[in-house]
């Protein structure tokens, strides 16, 4: 069976809930305090494992309390973590996060995700057809270097360009599956795209990513998601209604079940499908990594 292999960001997510964000030099009451397992690699591979796919995590945490409570989680969830190492200088990644009528805003400190050093040769084995996934909360030259061992292994490689920074064009040109949010297009094409654009303004942007061997997948929140292919009609499906709580981690859900999916053998369309149940599942539960559904789960939102 293929396998799904993620490098990406380790972090602990530190989360108060609050009525009202604060305005700048203001002080606002918050409630609700938790330390909880994140980081957009880490939730991918934890929602990729509970998808059913043998899940390997590639990444860097600091040597303490958080480092080794993320290994834990990773152990816990039957992720192979033998390839993530510890960094004995960088202290463990940590994102503050306040939830705030189900929206979330996110400030990372990367820590040790960004001292993260991959050459062409480091990692496992990539076979033909194992799923690599990224994003960019790690150094995108260790990405680069991790993708380019995939293709030339005959793997897929799905590039998830969250947060929205420049991705050089090497990178670029080794991603067969590029995933972004309005918000990312926009700063990767260099354009304006907003939330509440018409769908064909979002695949007019997104089609000038599109290329020969690289699929372009949009994920629009409550709207669902977009598909793009050389050669294929554009894919819109429409998103769940689900009750949101938080919706942290819902593009992680997205991607690493894309990927899990991939590995476990679905057409595309069939991926994508699941993929939308499972990041709209996400949306009810608070937290980023505890927040990944299970196949039941996503079976029964999707009425089957
Ligand atoms: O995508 C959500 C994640 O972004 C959080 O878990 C946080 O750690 C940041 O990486």
């Known amino acids: 069976m293929a396998r799904v292999i993620v490098l990406g960001s380790l972090n602990m997510d530190l989360i108060v809930e609050t009525a009202r964000r604060p ?33 390997i995590m590639l990444g860097r945490v600091g040597d303490d309390g958080f480092g080794r409570a993320l290994l834990d989680l990773l152990d816990r969830q039957g992720i192979d973590s033998t390839r993530v190492d510890t960094d004995r200088d960088a202290p463990t990644g940590i994102a503050l996060i306040t939830v705030c009528a189900g929206d979330n805003t996110i400030v990372v400190a990367s820590g ?30 260790a990405t680069a270097a991790f993708f380019a061992r995939a293709r030339r292994a005959g793997g897929h490689t799905i590039l998830n360009v969250a947060p929205a920074l420049p991705v050089p064009a090497a990178l670029l040109a080794d991603t067969t599956i590029l995933i972004v949010n309005e918000t990312e297009l926009a700063a990767l094409a260099n354009t304006d795209v907003k939330d509440s654009d018409d769908i064909d303004h979002v695949a007019a942007v997104a089609a000038a990513l599109v290329a020969a061997d690289r699929q372009v997948v949009v994920t629009l929140g409550k709207r669902g998601v977009l598909s793009l292919a050389r050669g294929h009609a554009p894919v819109v499906l429409n998103g769940h209604r ?46 980023a990594a505890p927040s990944m559904p299970t196949p039941r789960e996503v079976r029964l939102l999707r009425g089957e």
């Open 23 to 55: 305005a700048v030099g203001e002080t606002v009451m918050g409630s609700g305090f938790r330390a909880l397992p994140g980081g957009k690699g880490l939730n991918q591979a934890v929602a990729a494992a509970r998808a059913g796919a043998r899940t």
């Open 112 to 141: 040790a995700n960004m001292t993260l050093t991959v050459d062409a040769g480091d990692g496992p084995e990539i076979l033909a057809g194992d799923v690599c996934v990224a994003q960019m909360e790690t150094p995108t030259i």
């Open 242 to 287: 689900v009750d949101a709580v938080d919706s942290t981690g819902a593009g992680d859900s997205f991607v690493g079940n894309f990927a899990a999916r991939m590995a476990l053998g679905d057409r595309p369309g069939e991926a994508l499908r699941y993929a939308n149940a499972a990041a709209a599942l996400a949306v009810t539960r608070r937290g």
